[in-house]
């Protein structure tokens, strides 16, 4: 099958950052077979898109898609008050295998309607019967049409948050229980991969780390870990290891380009240029860091470093919506409140940010995150609207005024899961009511709690 959106503006987002007007792309099957010039006679059909733009598909990653349950509650005056009521909620509720059937599809449609075609989902699953919660997640990604990732997180040990009672973990026993997820995750077909996410250095002893990354070069796959994302997190690793967390990660071999950190915010200047040496990918997030009050991580100096830097929505219950438009503006706007010039992130660092950055730091830098002949046809079309009207600079206003209303069609792998504004792969009634019918159940567990 050959799809020809003809008569765009299309932002490549290749390495000349080029922007092309009156352009075509021709879709083949899942893949991109050419950007520019094209007969339109080659193609089986023909949509027309004058006067539209259109752009690479968005990359959250770093995602958390439980967290829709509890949006809107705790707004606490620290992330450890936060993460306490929060985990301990999360626990009360006792979601079934539909809860997290219903609440990622829900994710997935916000992520969708504001252009976001990748989603690297940061999931811990129950313990109990586990397979059962990760074929919930991978059946909401994979029904909602979106491409995802089920990073699978882990932690054995608590010192930053006393008062999280662990389950038992054997590093052993993990580990055979990661290989069968990742074996499960497998079979939901190419767009729904698998990734391993230890929840953070200090929440891991250093063997279940380093098994960790045994298991991640053996299965072919990346790592994935929140870093340093509090002052007091930082203040744990030193206490931890006697030195800070990044050089420690570094001593026991543990950082690598595989690995992506997300926050990376209380970092001294030593630990920036570690995680540059080692290739290691960041991903900011600055609405939950905005929320939550966990500080401004200087993204600037990571890429003057030459650190891949990409963007993540986080929760919804730690930040605002399931949007990298949000995060793009954030990026923009947050260090201008703080800092001096040389500190601020342009709109075009945002926005590459937004979508190779993210691809980069999910490892499927060479498959999606650009509009160019062999890639992946993950694809936004946007409409005119008033933040991109009249057009004066349109990275900048892609960056700093689109909101997501400008969403009109959303390709991934050359199939519509968003048409002219409506969702093709989503019951959305049906999971509105769904979404709404968990509102009692929370409700209880939140007042029996403050009780």
């Not at 290749?14 to 339109?40: C, F, P, T």
């Not at 990742?182 to 279940?208: E, T, W």
Request: with cysteine; net charge negative; aromatic share 4%.
């Amino acid at each position: 099958m050959k799809t020809l959106l003809e008569d765009a503006t299309v932002v490549t987002m290749n390495a000349r950052k080029e922007i092309l007007y009156d352009a075509h792309v021709l879709i083949e099957d899942s893949r991109i077979a050419s950007v520019g010039v094209v007969n339109s006679g080659e193609a089986d059909q023909v949509i027309d898109c004058r006067g539209k733009i259109i752009i690479p598909g968005l990359v959250s990653a770093h995602s958390h898609l439980t967290g829709l349950l509890q949006r809107g509650l705790w707004d606490e005056d620290s992330f450890e008050s936060w993460s306490q009521k929060s985990t301990a909620t999360e626990k009360s509720f006792q979601a079934s295998a539909d809860d997290i059937y219903t609440l990622h599809s829900a994710a997935c449609l916000e992520f969708i309607k504001h252009g976001v075609t990748t989603v690297l989902n940061m999931f811990t699953v129950p313990s109990d019967v586990p397979l059962k919660f990760i074929d919930a997640s991978c059946r909401a990604l994979q029904d909602s049409g979106i491409r995802g990732i089920l990073a699978l997180s882990v932690k054995d040990q608590s010192p930053d948050n006393q008062a999280i009672v662990l389950d038992p973990i054997h590093a052993e026993s993990w580990v055979s229980q990661a290989k069968e997820a990742a074996a499960h995750v497998s079979d939901f077909g190419s767009r729904i991969s698998f990734m391993l996410a230890p929840s953070a250095p200090q929440r891991c002893s250093d063997n279940l780390l380093m098994r960790c990354k045994d298991l991640a070069e053996s299965l072919g796959v990346g790592i994935h870990t929140h870093l340093a994302e509090t002052r007091f997190h930082a203040e744990v690793a030193r206490n931890l290891y006697g030195e800070p967390m990044v050089k420690h990660l570094e001593k026991i071999g543990f950082l690598g380009p595989h690995l992506s950190v997300a926050h990376a915010i209380w970092l001294d200047e030593e630990e920036i240029d570690i995680l540059s040496r080692h290739r290691v990918n960041v991903v900011h997030n600055p609405s939950s860091n905005m929320k939550l009050g966990s500080g401004v991580a200087r993204i600037k100096k990571m890429l003057d470093r030459g650190i891949n830097v990409g963007l993540g929505a986080d929760s919804v219950n730690a930040g605002t919506v399931y949007s990298i438009f949000e995060q793009m503006k954030l990026a923009v706007l947050l260090p201008r409140a703080v800092w001096k010039p040389e500190h601020w992130i342009s709109p075009d660092e945002a926005f590459q940010m937004g979508c190779a950055g993210g691809a980069t730091a999910m490892l499927l830098g060479n498959e999606i995150g650009s509009i160019e002949a062999g890639k992946k046809a993950d694809l936004v079309v946007l409409k005119p609207s008033t933040g991109l009207l009249p057009t004066n600079n349109l990275i900048a206003q892609l960056a700093l005024s689109e909101s997501g209303e400008s969403v009109e069609t959303v390709f991934v792998d050359g199939e519509p899961i968003l048409l002219d504004g409506r969702v093709m792969k989503i019951d959305e009634d049906a999971l509105l009511e769904a979404l709404s019918s968990l509102g009692p159940r929370i409700s209880t567990v939140v007042n029996t709690s403050s009780h």
